[in-house]
């Protein structure tokens, strides 16, 4: 583990108390979640789980992964206090150096990029599983100027990403107003086709 990513992360999570505070999932992810059968979901970088929580609140069982056991254990609680811990496994992980054991029907990246992780991780969705990602894009209109731009994507790059793919819903947006910055994001919900 990047011990170093790991501090960062935690640190930031207690500095900023109001990162902790419990938050609606994505209104992309509940829309797009009306398209999906329930089963397995993996979500990646989960943070304090806002969707890791409302996954397992809509029948999916879900293994939550993040480098930061300060926000781990906010999940946790919140999965215990919102009855859905027996659906949410929550685990200390770098994404980094990562390999998956399992296949799932449905995968979510949110607020959070890596590349190399989307393309290695389509191969852990099952046939006709979902890929949903949601996250912050290049733009002028961008208020945080300073963003390492390897963290932002290009235009339409997420549509590039998963050409191999169904893409059942793509879109270029302005962040949610409860947001520090204002800043562009973008999303897509891809299908994983049948063999
Ligand atoms: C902006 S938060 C997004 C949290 C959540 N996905 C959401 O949408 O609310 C980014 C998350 O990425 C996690 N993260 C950063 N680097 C990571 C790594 N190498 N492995 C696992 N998680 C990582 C951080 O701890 C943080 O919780």
Same mark, same amino acid.
């Given at each position: 583990?990047?011990?170093?990513?790991?501090?960062?992360?935690?640190?930031?999570? $207690?500095?900023? *108390?109001? +990162?902790?505070?419990?938050?609606?999932?994505? !209104?992309?992810?509940?829309?797009?979640?009306?398209?999906? *059968?329930?089963?397995?979901?993996?979500?990646?970088?989960?943070?304090?789980? /806002?969707?890791?929580?409302?996954?397992? $609140?809509?029948?999916?069982?879900?293994? !939550?992964?993040?480098?930061?056991?300060?926000? +781990?254990?906010?999940?946790?609680?919140?999965?215990? /206090?919102?009855?859905?811990?027996? %659906?949410?496994?929550?685990?200390?992980?770098?994404?980094?150096?990562?390999?998956?054991?399992?296949?799932?029907? +449905?995968?979510?990246?949110?607020?959070?990029?890596?590349?190399?992780?989307?393309?290695?991780?389509?191969?852990?969705?099952?046939?006709?599983?979902?890929?949903?990602?949601?996250?912050?894009?290049?733009? !002028?209109?961008?208020?945080?100027?300073?963003?390492?731009?390897?963290? +932002? %994507?290009?235009?339409?790059?997420? $549509?590039?990403?998963?050409?191999?793919?169904?893409?059942?819903?793509?879109?270029?947006?302005?962040?949610?107003?409860?947001?520090?910055?204002?800043?562009?994001?973008?999303?897509?919900? !891809?299908?994983? %086709?049948? *063999?």
């Amino acid at each position: 583990m990047s011990l170093k990513d790991k501090t960062k992360w935690d640190k930031k999570y $207690q500095n900023k *108390p109001q +990162l902790l505070e419990f938050r609606d999932a994505s !209104a992309k992810l509940i829309d797009a979640l009306k398209n999906i *059968p329930k089963g397995d979901a993996l979500d990646l970088a989960c943070g304090t789980g /806002r969707n890791a929580l409302y996954l397992a $609140q809509n029948g999916f069982e879900v293994d !939550a992964l993040d480098i930061a056991q300060v926000a +781990l254990n906010t999940l946790t609680q919140d999965a215990q /206090r919102l009855d859905v811990a027996n %659906l949410i496994h929550a685990k200390l992980t770098d994404l980094d150096n990562y390999t998956i054991k399992k296949q799932y029907d +449905l995968i979510v990246m949110c607020n959070f990029l890596d590349r190399a992780l989307l393309q290695k991780t389509k191969n852990s969705l099952n046939s006709g599983g979902f890929y949903f990602v949601e996250t912050y894009m290049l733009d !002028a209109s961008n208020e945080k100027e300073n963003s390492d731009k390897n963290n +932002l %994507l290009e235009k339409k790059e997420l $549509q590039k990403i998963f050409d191999d793919f169904e893409i059942v819903y793509y879109d270029e947006f302005d962040n949610e107003k409860h947001e520090i910055y204002s800043m562009k994001k973008q999303v897509i919900l !891809a299908k994983k %086709l049948l *063999p």
